[in-house]
């Protein structure tokens, strides 16, 4: 299974530490940067990951700013992303569950690396539930299907 995870400037660090955790759970790793903490613009990490979800280049994703909120925004405007910020473990695993987010984000300015860590597990290892889940997520597309 591959993961595509990006960053701004504010989350170099934790990505380097959610990259080593998740190849050692034994995932591929697709890495979309940022390496600099120099400022740079959140939108364009988002929707790097956002598009090698969607093409299948990747089977999910990771994103981390600051607050994990400016990158999920953007990464959610790429049609059939799910992207979800989690900033605790049972959202995590609900939004895989519940919701099919093929994306979570979350801050690295709000949750030390250790959550982070769990959050990242408790999303990759639960199941979507499917059932009134998957009706739902239908409808999610239909509101998509309604901005062409
Ligand atoms: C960058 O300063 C910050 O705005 C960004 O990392 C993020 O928190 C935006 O949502």
Redesign the pocket.
């Known amino acids: 299974m591959k993961i595509a995870v990006a960053n ?4 170099v660090k934790m990505k380097n530490e959610i990259i080593s955790f998740v190849k050692d759970l034994g995932y591929d790793v697709l890495d979309f940067g940022t390496d600099s903490e120099e ?1 740079c613009d ?1 939108p364009i990490y988002g929707e790097k990951v956002a598009n090698a979800v969607v093409n299948g280049e990747a089977d999910c994703g990771i994103l981390i ?3 994990g ?3 999920s925004i953007a990464a959610n405007k790429v049609k059939g992303v799910r992207a979800a910020v989690c900033s605790d473990v049972t959202t995590a695993r609900l939004v895989k569950e519940h919701n099919n987010a093929n994306i979570i984000a979350f ?1 690295a ?1 709000i949750v030390g690396a250790e959550l982070a860590k769990d959050i990242v597990k408790a999303y990759l290892e639960a199941e979507f539930l499917g059932g009134k889940h998957e009706r739902r997520i239908n409808m999610i597309s239909e509101i998509e299907k309604k901005q062409d």
């Open positions: 701004d400037h504010a989350a400022s959140y700013c600051g607050t909120v400016g990158i801050g300015r």
